[in-house]
C-alpha cells in the first residue's frame, strides 16, 4: 500500500504501544545524490514504506525549450544528466535529424559514438564511486574520479568544457577532433583495462561488499518491465534491452559489443553489469578509433533549422539507461511546439519504493546507489 | 605528599596532554594515510606537509559556536560527551608504558577488569547523546551503538579471559611479564584470540567496518548529527583516544607492551637500547596505523550482519577458545 509523504505515523503491533517511525531522508542527505527526498516509515530500521518526493530543481527545462530554437536547446539538455551530457546531446540532436531526415557524416557519426561511450565511462566512474562510498569503501570513490578525471580532460581537449559538453550540433559536430585526440583515446582505454582490476579487486569478492549488495533490492524481469525500468536494472533482471543493440543510433551498428545481463535482479547484479559496461565500451571505444573514416563531420543543413511539421520519439541507451526525446514541429516556427524527455532516472526512480520495502534503512543507500539517479533528469 | 599527591598529578597532567596532542596528531596521520591511500595527498596546505593541521583542527573545534537544539534535553545532552571522553582518558591510568614508576600511574591487582569496566561506561555517552538529541538519525544511531557494543564487549571480554588464564594475572604489568617468562609474545600463544580482541577493538570503537553507529552515508553522522564545536570534538578526541587504549590494550596483552621481539634471545640485546616506552609507542602506533588502513579499505557492514557476526560468530569462537585453554592450562 502506497502512503502519502504527509500522512501521520500509523499503528504496528497490538502488543505494544508502538507507531512507525517516519524519518525523512533528505533532501539534505549525503546519500540520496543531490535533493531526492525520501519519506521512510521504518518498524525499528525495517522500511516498511518509503515515499519519493522529487521535484527540489526542477528548472522546466522542457518547457523552456518550447520557447528556445532548435540549436540553442542543445544547450539545455546538457543541463538535464549533467553528469552525461553527450548522450543527452546525442539524443536531442539525433531525434532533429530524424524530423529533418538529415544525413549525418559517417565520421560524426563515429566520433558521437565515442564521445557516448567515454561519456559512459565517466557516468559509470562517478556511479561506481558514490555507489562505493554509500556502503562505507571510500577508497573506490577517489579511484574512480581519478580516471573519470581522464575522460574529462578528453572532453576538454575536443569541446572545451569539461562538463555540459554542448558537443553536438544538429546534423553533425561543431568541430573535428583534434590532432592525436584518437591516440589518447585509446591510451586511455589500455590505462582504464588495468584500472577496472584496481575496482575489482577492492569489491567483487569482498565478502562486506557481496554481502552488502547480493539479494538486495531483488526484481524480477516481469517486474522491472511493468515498473517502466531500462538501463542496467533492467538488464541487472535479465531482461536484453539495449537501444545501442534494439535501434542502433549514432554508429553502433557497425561495432561489436555484448549487452551484459543478470541473472538475479539484485544489487550485486546491477553491479557487475556495470562493470562489465565499462569494458564493453572500452571494446567499442577502440573499434571506433580504429576505424574511424575521413570526411566531412557536419552535414548538410539548413542555416535556419526549422523541421517539416511532424512528431517524432528518439531514444538513445545513456548511461542510465534509454533516454528518448519526443519533439513536435509545426513547420511555422523555428522552436518546437512540444518538447518531452523520456529520463531514465526519473523512470527507475519509480521502482525505488518498491525495491525498499522490508529491507533496513542502510539497504535504502545502497539501492539509491544501484538505481544510478540523477536529480537534475529526475526534476529537469 | 610528594608520593601520593604531588608526582601522581604531574604523571597524570603529562599523560593526558601527551594524550590529547596524540589525538590530534593521529587525526593529522588518519588524514594522511588515507590520502596516501587514495592516490591523494591530504592535508597540505597548514604549514610544510600540512604538519600545523593537527593544532588548527582543535582551535576551529573550539573556536565553533555551540549550538543545542531547541528540544534537547539541555542536561543530557552536555553529559554525554564528558560521559563518553572521561572514561577513555581514565582506562590511561593503569596502562603502564613501562614495568617501574614513573612509566605508570596506578599498578592495581585487577588492572584488566578496570581497564573493562571503565570502557564499558563509554557507551553510555553515546547512547545518552544519541537520545538526548531529540533527533531520529541520533536515536537510531544510539540504539545500534546500545546493541552494537554491548554484543561486541561479551565476545571481547570472553577472549581476554581466556588471556588471564594464560597469564595467570589480572595484572597489566603482570601480563607483559609473563609474555617475558613464556619467552614468547601472546599473540603466537593465542594467535585467535588475538584476532578476536582486534576486531571486537574496531567493533567497539565504531570504527569501519563497524562504524554503524556514526555511519555517515547512512545516518549523516549518526549520535553525533546534532553537536557541534567544542561538544562534538569531545565526542571525536572519546573516539580516537578509545582507538589508542584498544591499540594499547592488544600491544600490552598480545605483543609484550614494553619489551623488544624476542625478549629472551640475547643476541637481540642491542635492541635493548631503545627505551621501553619508545617499543610500546611504537606498537601503539602500528595498531594505529592498521586501524586507518583498514578504515580505507573496507565497506561496511549492515547492521543485522553485524549482529550475526558479533553473535553468531566472534562469540562462540571466544567460548571455544576459552574452553580450550582452560583445557590446556589443566593439562600441560
Same mark, same amino acid.
Given at each position: 500500500?502506497?502512503?502519502?509523504?504527509?500522512?501521520?505515523?500509523?499503528?504496528?503491533?497490538?502488543?505494544?504501544?508502538?507507531?512507525?517511525?517516519?524519518?525523512?531522508?533528505?533532501?539534505?542527505?549525503?546519500?540520496?545524490?543531490?535533493?531526492?527526498?525520501?519519506?521512510?516509515?521504518?518498524?525499528?530500521?525495517?522500511?516498511?514504506?518509503?515515499?519519493?518526493?522529487?521535484?527540489?530543481?526542477?528548472?522546466?527545462?522542457?518547457?523552456?525549450?518550447?520557447?528556445?530554437?532548435?540549436?540553442?536547446?542543445?544547450?539545455?539538455?546538457?543541463?538535464?544528466?549533467?553528469?552525461?551530457?553527450?548522450?543527452?546531446?546525442?539524443?536531442?540532436?539525433?531525434?532533429?535529424?530524424?524530423?529533418?531526415?538529415?544525413?549525418?557524416?559517417?565520421?560524426?557519426?563515429?566520433?558521437?559514438?565515442?564521445?557516448?561511450?567515454?561519456?559512459?565511462?565517466?557516468?559509470?566512474?562517478?556511479?561506481?564511486?558514490?555507489?562505493?562510498?554509500?556502503?562505507?569503501?571510500?577508497?573506490?570513490?577517489?579511484?574512480?574520479?581519478?580516471?573519470?578525471?581522464?575522460?574529462?580532460?578528453?572532453?576538454?581537449?575536443?569541446?572545451?568544457?569539461?562538463?555540459?559538453?554542448?558537443?553536438?550540433?544538429?546534423?553533425?559536430?561543431?568541430?573535428?577532433?583534434?590532432?592525436?585526440?584518437?591516440?589518447?583515446?585509446?591510451?586511455?582505454?589500455?590505462?582504464?583495462?588495468?584500472?577496472?582490476?584496481?575496482?575489482?579487486?577492492?569489491?567483487?569478492?569482498?565478502?562486506?561488499?557481496?554481502?552488502?549488495?547480493?539479494?538486495?533490492?531483488?526484481?524480477?524481469?516481469?517486474?522491472?518491465?511493468?515498473?517502466?525500468?531500462?538501463?542496467?536494472?533492467?538488464?541487472?533482471?535479465?531482461?536484453?534491452?539495449?537501444?545501442?543493440?534494439?535501434?542502433?543510433?549514432?554508429?553502433?551498428?557497425?561495432?561489436?559489443?555484448?549487452?551484459?545481463?543478470?541473472?538475479?535482479?539484485?544489487?550485486?547484479?546491477?553491479?557487475?553489469?556495470?562493470?562489465?559496461?565499462?569494458?564493453?565500451?572500452?571494446?567499442?571505444?577502440?573499434?571506433?578509433?580504429?576505424?574511424?573514416?575521413?570526411?566531412?563531420?557536419?552535414?548538410?543543413?539548413?542555416?535556419?533549422?526549422?523541421?517539416?511539421?511532424?512528431?517524432?520519439?528518439?531514444?538513445?541507451?545513456?548511461?542510465?539507461?534509454?533516454?528518448?526525446?519526443?519533439?513536435?514541429?509545426?513547420?511555422?516556427?523555428?522552436?518546437?511546439?512540444?518538447?518531452?524527455?523520456?529520463?531514465?532516472?526519473?523512470?527507475?526512480?519509480?521502482?525505488?519504493?518498491?525495491?525498499?520495502?522490508?529491507?533496513?534503512?542502510?539497504?535504502?543507500?545502497?539501492?539509491?546507489?544501484?538505481?544510478?539517479?540523477?536529480?537534475?533528469?529526475?526534476?529537469? | 605528599?610528594?608520593?601520593?599527591?604531588?608526582?601522581?598529578?604531574?604523571?597524570?597532567?603529562?599523560?593526558?596532554?601527551?594524550?590529547?596532542?596524540?589525538?590530534?596528531?593521529?587525526?593529522?596521520?588518519?588524514?594522511?594515510?588515507?590520502?596516501?591511500?587514495?592516490?591523494?595527498?591530504?592535508?597540505?596546505?597548514?604549514?610544510?606537509?600540512?604538519?600545523?593541521?593537527?593544532?588548527?583542527?582543535?582551535?576551529?573545534?573550539?573556536?565553533?559556536?555551540?549550538?543545542?537544539?531547541?528540544?534537547?534535553?539541555?542536561?543530557?545532552?552536555?553529559?554525554?560527551?564528558?560521559?563518553?571522553?572521561?572514561?577513555?582518558?581514565?582506562?590511561?591510568?593503569?596502562?603502564?608504558?613501562?614495568?617501574?614508576?614513573?612509566?605508570?600511574?596506578?599498578?592495581?591487582?585487577?588492572?584488566?577488569?578496570?581497564?573493562?569496566?571503565?570502557?564499558?561506561?563509554?557507551?553510555?555517552?553515546?547512547?545518552?547523546?544519541?537520545?538526548?538529541?531529540?533527533?531520529?538519525?541520533?536515536?537510531?544511531?544510539?540504539?545500534?551503538?546500545?546493541?552494537?557494543?554491548?554484543?561486541?564487549?561479551?565476545?571481547?571480554?570472553?577472549?581476554?579471559?581466556?588471556?588471564?588464564?594464560?597469564?595467570?594475572?589480572?595484572?597489566?604489568?603482570?601480563?607483559?611479564?609473563?609474555?617475558?617468562?613464556?619467552?614468547?609474545?601472546?599473540?603466537?600463544?593465542?594467535?585467535?584470540?588475538?584476532?578476536?580482541?582486534?576486531?571486537?577493538?574496531?567493533?567497539?570503537?565504531?570504527?569501519?567496518?563497524?562504524?554503524?553507529?556514526?555511519?555517515?552515508?547512512?545516518?549523516?553522522?549518526?549520535?553525533?548529527?546534532?553537536?557541534?564545536?567544542?561538544? +562534538?570534538?569531545?565526542?571525536?578526541?572519546?573516539?580516537?583516544?578509545?582507538?589508542?587504549?584498544?591499540?594499547?590494550?592488544?600491544?600490552?596483552?598480545?605483543?609484550?607492551?614494553?619489551?623488544?621481539?624476542?625478549?629472551?634471545?640475547?643476541?637481540?640485546?642491542?635492541?635493548?637500547?631503545?627505551?621501553?616506552?619508545?617499543? +610500546?609507542?611504537?606498537?601503539?602506533?602500528? +595498531?594505529?596505523?592498521?586501524?586507518?588502513?583498514?578504515?580505507?579499505? +573496507?565497506?561496511?557492514?549492515?547492521?543485522?550482519?553485524?549482529?550475526?557476526?558479533?553473535?553468531?560468530?566472534?562469540?562462540?569462537?571466544?567460548?571455544?577458545?576459552?574452553?580450550?585453554?582452560?583445557?590446556?592450562?589443566?593439562?600441560?
Amino acid at each position: 500500500m502506497m502512503t502519502d509523504a504527509t500522512e501521520a505515523p500509523r499503528r504496528i503491533g497490538q502488543a505494544f504501544d508502538t507507531d512507525e517511525l517516519v524519518l525523512n531522508m533528505g533532501p539534505q542527505h549525503p546519500s540520496t545524490h543531490g535533493v531526492l527526498r525520501v519519506v521512510l516509515r521504518l518498524d525499528g530500521e525495517r522500511v516498511v514504506d518509503a515515499d519519493c518526493v522529487i521535484g527540489y530543481i526542477h528548472r522546466g527545462v522542457e518547457k523552456l525549450c518550447e520557447n528556445r530554437d532548435w540549436t540553442q536547446i542543445v544547450l539545455l539538455t546538457d543541463r538535464m544528466d549533467y553528469v552525461a551530457a553527450a548522450t543527452s546531446n546525442l539524443g536531442y540532436v539525433e531525434a532533429v535529424e530524424k524530423l529533418m531526415q538529415v544525413e549525418v557524416p559517417r565520421r560524426a557519426r563515429y566520433i558521437r559514438t565515442i564521445l557516448a561511450e567515454l561519456q559512459r565511462i565517466a557516468s559509470h566512474c562517478l556511479w561506481l564511486g558514490t555507489h562505493a562510498m554509500d556502503i562505507g569503501a571510500m577508497t573506490v570513490l577517489l579511484y574512480s574520479f581519478r580516471e573519470r578525471e581522464h575522460v574529462l580532460d578528453l572532453f576538454e581537449e575536443y569541446c572545451g568544457a569539461r562538463l555540459t559538453y554542448n558537443s553536438m550540433r544538429i546534423g553533425g559536430l561543431p568541430l573535428d577532433i583534434p590532432t592525436g585526440w584518437d591516440k589518447r583515446v585509446s591510451a586511455f582505454c589500455d590505462v582504464m583495462e588495468t584500472k577496472l582490476d584496481e575496482y575489482e579487486e577492492l569489491l567483487t569478492n569482498n565478502r562486506i561488499w557481496v554481502g552488502r549488495t547480493r539479494d538486495i533490492g531483488v526484481i524480477s524481469g516481469e517486474e522491472a518491465t511493468a515498473l517502466g525500468l531500462c538501463g542496467p536494472p533492467l538488464r541487472g533482471s535479465g531482461v536484453s534491452r539495449d537501444v545501442r543493440k534494439d535501434e542502433p543510433n549514432a554508429a553502433y551498428d557497425e561495432f561489436e559489443f555484448d549487452i551484459p545481463l543478470g541473472t538475479r535482479g539484485d544489487t550485486y547484479d546491477r553491479y557487475l553489469i556495470r562493470l562489465e559496461e565499462f569494458k564493453q565500451s572500452i571494446r567499442i571505444i577502440r573499434q571506433a578509433v580504429e576505424g574511424l573514416p575521413e570526411g566531412p563531420v557536419m552535414g548538410k543543413v539548413p542555416r535556419l533549422i526549422k523541421p517539416p511539421a511532424g512528431e517524432t520519439y528518439h531514444a538513445v541507451e545513456s548511461p542510465k539507461g534509454e533516454i528518448g526525446f519526443f519533439v513536435v514541429s509545426d513547420g511555422r516556427s523555428t522552436n518546437p511546439y512540444r518538447f518531452r524527455v523520456r529520463p531514465p532516472s526519473f523512470c527507475n526512480l519509480q521502482a525505488l519504493s518498491r525495491l525498499c520495502k522490508g529491507h533496513l534503512v542502510a539497504d535504502v543507500v545502497a539501492l539509491i546507489g544501484t538505481i544510478d539517479i540523477v536529480l537534475g533528469e529526475v526534476d529537469r | 605528599m610528594l608520593d601520593t599527591f604531588v608526582i601522581p598529578l604531574l604523571q597524570i597532567a603529562v599523560l593526558v596532554n601527551a594524550l590529547l596532542v596524540t589525538v590530534t596528531f593521529l587525526v593529522l596521520m588518519e588524514r594522511k594515510v588515507m590520502g596516501w591511500a587514495q592516490a591523494r595527498l591530504g592535508p597540505m596546505r597548514v604549514g610544510p606537509y600540512g604538519i600545523l593541521q593537527a593544532i588548527v583542527d582543535p582551535i576551529k573545534l573550539i573556536l565553533k559556536e555551540d549550538i543545542t537544539p531547541a528540544n534537547a534535553d539541555r542536561f543530557v545532552f552536555t553529559l554525554a560527551p564528558i560521559m563518553s571522553l572521561v572514561p577513555a582518558l581514565v582506562v590511561f591510568s593503569v596502562i603502564p608504558f613501562g614495568p617501574e614508576q614513573p612509566y605508570y600511574i596506578a599498578d592495581i591487582n585487577v588492572g584488566l577488569l578496570f581497564i573493562i569496566s571503565v570502557t564499558s561506561i563509554g557507551v553510555y555517552g553515546i547512547i545518552l547523546g544519541g537520545w538526548s538529541s531529540n533527533s531520529k538519525y541520533p536515536l537510531l544511531a544510539s540504539l545500534r551503538a546500545s546493541a552494537q557494543l554491548i554484543s561486541y564487549e561479551i565476545a571481547v571480554v570472553m577472549t581476554l579471559v581466556s588471556v588471564v588464564l594464560t597469564a595467570g594475572t589480572l595484572n597489566m604489568i603482570g601480563i607483559v611479564e609473563a609474555q617475558r617468562e613464556a619467552g614468547l609474545w601472546f599473540a603466537f600463544v593465542q594467535p585467535v584470540a588475538c584476532v578476536l580482541v582486534f576486531i571486537g577493538g574496531l567493533a567497539e570503537t565504531n570504527r569501519l567496518p563497524f562504524d554503524l553507529p556514526e555511519a555517515e552515508t547512512e545516518l549523516t553522522g549518526g549520535f553525533h548529527t546534532e553537536y557541534s564545536g567544542m561538544r +562534538f570534538s569531545l565526542f571525536f578526541l572519546a573516539e580516537y583516544a578509545n582507538i589508542i587504549v584498544i591499540s594499547a590494550i592488544v600491544a600490552l596483552m598480545f605483543f609484550g607492551g614494553w619489551m623488544r621481539p624476542f625478549p629472551n634471545v640475547e643476541a637481540l640485546a642491542f635492541l635493548d637500547l631503545i627505551p621501553g616506552w619508545v617499543w +610500546f609507542c611504537g606498537k601503539i602506533f602500528f +595498531f594505529l596505523y592498521l586501524f586507518v588502513w583498514i578504515r580505507a579499505t +573496507f565497506p561496511r557492514y549492515r547492521y543485522d550482519q553485524l549482529m550475526a557476526i558479533g553473535w553468531k560468530v566472534l562469540i562462540p569462537i571466544a567460548i571455544g577458545n576459552l574452553v580450550l585453554t582452560g583445557i590446556a592450562k589443566v593439562v600441560l
